[in-house]
């Protein structure tokens, strides 16, 4: 079985941040050598808030990850979502939807650190122990 983890938009700026927790947990799972993906929504939202002197360590960064593709289903998947949790969870962004559509339609593990994003039980969110 490949191991496989989705990276959340949070994650991704706390490793370019160079916060030690998830730098210690992110090279923790490359040693156990689990595939490390992105959505094209996070790297969206990272390039949205980010300066032109950061893109180079963005790119960077993105390099050692693999990028999903997002099709019709994942859409489908998103807006269903959103259907379903956008009056009792009103917090919860389209990007939130898409993101968590990409981890069920991949059957990956999400790393987040805001769950109450994901309150779908259809996805699996990846537990640390920091």
């Known amino acids: 079985m490949v191991k496989a983890i989705l990276l959340d938009t949070d994650i991704v700026i706390n490793v370019l941040r160079k916060k030690a ?3 210690d947990t992110l090279l923790n799972l490359k040693q156990q050598k689990y ?3 992105v959505c ?9 808030g980010a ?14 990850c693999q990028c999903l593709t997002i099709d ?13 949790y956008r009056k009792a969870y ?16 991949y059957q990956l593990s999400l ?15 990846f537990e640390t122990y920091e």
């Open 21 to 23: 927790e998830t730098i």
């Open 51 to 64: 300066f032109a002197k950061e893109y180079e360590q963005i790119a960077t960064f993105f390099s050692y």
């Open 111 to 125: 790393w987040t650190n805001n769950k109450k994003h994901y309150p779908m039980q259809d996805i699996q969110l």
């Open 90 to 105: 009103n917090k919860i962004s389209l990007e939130d939807y898409l993101i968590a559509a990409c981890a069920k339609k």
């Open 40 to 48: 094209p929504v996070v790297i969206a939202e990272i390039y949205a």
């Open 72 to 84: 019709e289903s994942i859409g489908k998947i998103a807006g269903l979502y959103a259907n379903q």
């Open 35 to 37: 595939r490390i993906y």
